[in-house]
T-cell receptor, first 116, second 113 residues
Framework: DAGVTQSPTHLIKTRGQQVTLRCSPI?????VSWYQQVLGQGPQFIFQ???????GRGNFPDRFSARQFPNYSSELNVNALLLGDSALYLC???????????????FGNGTRLTVT | DAKTTQPNSMESNEEEPVHLPCNHS???????IHWYRQLPSQGPEYVIH???SNVNNRMASLAIAEDRKSSTLILHRATLRDAAVYYC??????????????FGKGTLLTVNP
């Protein structure tokens, strides 16, 4: 079975530009979450979407936005890129959304974004 | 979110058991203890979770202290493939916070051949 797939795997952008990252969840999973992982740190929660609605948002500026499509895939958009946005962006899917604390998250291998 | 404390790093030899500790003294009664690991150049991978009783699966065992203020992830026979950062995470089932995982820095496990 295919796991969570993310594209692209690597990306280089310039300060001020905009970027879109894509995620395809495991088949049957309706919940998608996004995390940012800076080098040497654990992943930090950005968004969760369930059934195409935003169900949770982490402490990130409004430059970060996301959406989930009818097929449950998701996009993360970051506007006006800063050097500090350089990180590994991870997408995770799970069977259930809010209220299902036992449902493990399945992570993709991430998109490495470098902002120069 | 309730906080967990883990050693920054640990070292083990191949084919020996590994005990990875986690302290969570402010755990609430509804918090589950989850463990994930992250191999080099990969996303985190779910390992195991539990509430009060010890748990076993094909990957590992989770031993939870009676007062639930600490837990230990046990790898029964470490392999080189187990070298990773291991994260201990508390995940509640109330207050709408259960949708996210709050990662700390985790424990970097090195396995020597």
């Amino acid at each position: 079975d295919a796991g969570v797939t993310q594209s692209p795997t690597h990306l280089i952008k310039t300060r001020g530009q905009q970027v879109t990252l894509r995620c395809s969840p495991i088949s049957g999973h309706k919940s998608v979450s996004w995390y940012q992982q800076v080098l040497g740190q654990g992943p930090q929660f950005i968004f969760q979407y369930y059934e195409k609605e935003e169900r949770g948002r982490g402490n990130f500026p409004d430059r970060f936005s996301a959406r989930q499509f009818p097929n449950y895939s998701s996009e993360l958009n970051v506007n006006a890129l800063l050097l500090g946005d350089s990180a590994l962006y991870l997408c995770a899917s799970s069977l259930s959304g809010v209220g299902s604390y036992n449902s493990p998250l399945h992570f993709g291998n991430g998109t490495r974004l470098t902002v120069t | 979110d309730a906080k967990t404390t883990q050693p920054n790093s640990m070292e083990s030899n191949e084919e020996e058991p590994v005990h990875l500790p986690c302290n969570h003294s402010t755990i609430s009664g509804t918090d589950y203890i989850h463990w994930y690991r992250q191999l080099p150049s990969q996303g985190p991978e779910y390992v195991i979770h539990g509430l009060t009783s010890n748990v076993n699966n094909r990957m590992a065992s989770l031993a939870i202290a009676e007062d639930r203020k600490s837990s230990t992830l046990i790898l029964h026979r470490a392999t080189l493939r187990d070298a990773a950062v291991y994260y201990c995470i508390l995940r509640g089932n109330s207050g709408g916070s259960n949708y996210k995982l709050t990662f700390g820095k985790g424990t970097l496990l090195t396995v020597n051949p």
